[in-house]
């Protein structure tokens, strides 16, 4: 039985939940039996103390552990909250108010062509605000799952960076 491992195309299912502002555990993300989540070990972007905690482990182990906002995607920045001129948002001279609405994400890009989500905070009458932060920074992540499968990566899928097939990228 092949054990979790650096270039490993690694199946789970599990739970995520976070820390709110009452101490109190939210379930926030579960990826179950019938859509697990796949990737390739050390290729993944995930934090990487997640994937620590994952190594050696094999298909049929359970596992649970918590990652601190310095072990996943950092504390909350306010620097990240942003004022973008409401003009950047115009397609054809008008803005898409389905798309421009609180709690939506977008894809943006940075003045280097970088590509990030931003989450739509506010819309005033000439910006709007964007949230640049990870939409888990700052927060507590439990993970509570198991193991479903462990198994070598193809030859592609290592080119690639990413597992593929059932659960994975499709090409």
């Known amino acids: 039985m092949a054990a979790i491992s650096d270039k490993k195309v690694v199946t789970i299912t599990y739970d995520l939940s976070v820390t709110d502002e009452n101490q109190e555990k939210v379930l926030v993300e579960s990826a179950e039996a019938d859509s697990p989540m796949v990737f390739l070990f050390g290729h993944s972007g995930l934090p990487e103390e997640f994937e620590i905690q994952l190594d050696g482990k094999n298909a049929g182990d359970d596992f649970q552990f918590s990652l601190t906002p310095e072990q996943a995607y950092g504390e ?16 054809d001279g008008k803005l898409d108010d389905d798309m421009l609405q609180p709690g939506n994400f977008l894809p943006m890009a940075d003045n280097e062509g970088n590509h990030m989500q931003a989450k739509v905070v506010s819309i005033g009458d000439t910006a709007v605000q964007m949230d640049f932060n990870h939409p888990l920074a700052g927060m507590v992540m439990h993970f509570t799952g198991k193991v479903q499968e462990v198994r070598e990566a193809t030859a592609e899928e290592l080119a690639h960076g990413h597992a593929h097939g059932e659960g994975g990228h499709q090409h």
């Not at 909350?76 to 397609?91: C, G, H, R, S, T």
């Open 76 to 91: 909350y920045d306010d620097q990240a909250l942003v004022e973008i001129p409401k003009d950047v948002f115009l397609i």
